[in-house]
């Protein structure tokens, strides 16, 4: 009720019965286009690393908050206020890295480069994914053939911008003939993985964490077991060839599928199909007929 009673006050000042406008100035229309722009490139840093993942279950914290504040659940209430103080501090640690990040961000001149809101139809989207997926399974027929060893992570839901930061920036289009350049043997950028974010290559000789479980196969090596770790923390897809018997593998979920054929490796890389606004309106009015 005082939470009414103040907009109340703000609307309705006492002593008259007129709604009462509040002035908005060029100032104030100024500070709300500042304030969004400053959340939205936080937003947008988060997103660009796996802490985004991170940031999603500290929402869903204050919204159990919110929760237990409207239905007074008191033993919540009171675990959340006494760990808020250190929560805080947690999260600077946490998201130490992000905030190093943003503030180098804040000397580059391309510091208004990111407004670009506009963003490419689905179905233009598919396209371009479909070449890409094509452009992957040309270059690993063709490095499986010469036994090339390669390495290459298909960026999903989850960001990559954690391991893309280990590498060498590169943010080309994607070729099967610059992949193969790329791990061509005695070459600069042969070690370390390649990340397609965005059908890009976004960077190469990317360092990734390898797998912890003892239930691999002793006969693989580095690069298989890194794919491996590198799926166990992501939902990357984590294209594989061997350096020594020219066989590929992908890794997803944790789990490594060896020796696979070309069909196999371009099923698995096919993601579903996006439906479009205009295909959704013309099967709902298509369910309206029947």
């Known amino acids: 009720m005082d939470f009414l009673e103040t907009i109340k006050n703000m609307i309705l000042p006492s002593g008259t019965g007129e709604f009462v406008f509040p002035t908005v100035g060029f100032s104030d229309v100024l500070d709300i286009i500042i304030v969004a722009y400053i959340i939205y490139k936080i937003i947008f840093w988060i997103k660009e690393t796996r802490a985004w993942v991170l940031f999603k279950g500290i929402l869903v914290i204050f919204a159990l908050a919110a929760v237990a504040s409207v239905l007074k659940l008191n033993t919540i209430l009171w675990i959340l206020s006494n760990t808020i103080s250190m929560g805080i501090i947690a999260l600077i640690v946490i998201f130490q890295p992000e905030l190093r990040k943003a503030l180098e961000q804040l000397g580059k001149k391309e510091f208004f480069s990111y407004l670009n809101f506009m963003h490419q139809d689905s179905a233009s989207d598919d396209k371009q994914m479909e070449r890409v997926n094509e452009e992957i399974v040309k270059a690993a027929k063709k490095m499986s053939q010469a036994k090339t060893g390669a390495l290459i992570l298909v960026e999903q839901e989850v960001p990559l911008g954690d391991f893309e930061r280990t590498g060498i920036p590169i943010d080309a289009l994607v070729s099967n ?74 890794a997803k979920g944790g789990v490594l599928y060896r020796d696979l054929t070309i069909e196999q490796l371009k099923s698995m890389l096919a993601r579903p199909k996006r439906t479009t606004t205009k295909e959704k309106l013309a099967k709902w009015k298509g369910g309206l007929r029947e």
Do not use: K, W, Y
Request: include cysteine; hydrophobic fraction near 45%.
């Open 177 to 250: 003939q610059l992949l193969i350049n790329i791990f061509e043997h005695n070459t600069p950028l042969h070690d370390g993985a390649v990340i397609i974010r965005r059908n890009r290559v976004a960077a190469a000789t990317c360092f990734l964490p390898l797998t912890d479980s003892n239930d691999i196969s002793m006969e693989l090596g580095t690069r298989h077991r890194a794919a491996i770790g590198a799926s166990e923390v992501s939902d990357a897809l984590v294209v594989v060839v061997s350096e020594e018997t020219g066989g590929i593998s992908m």
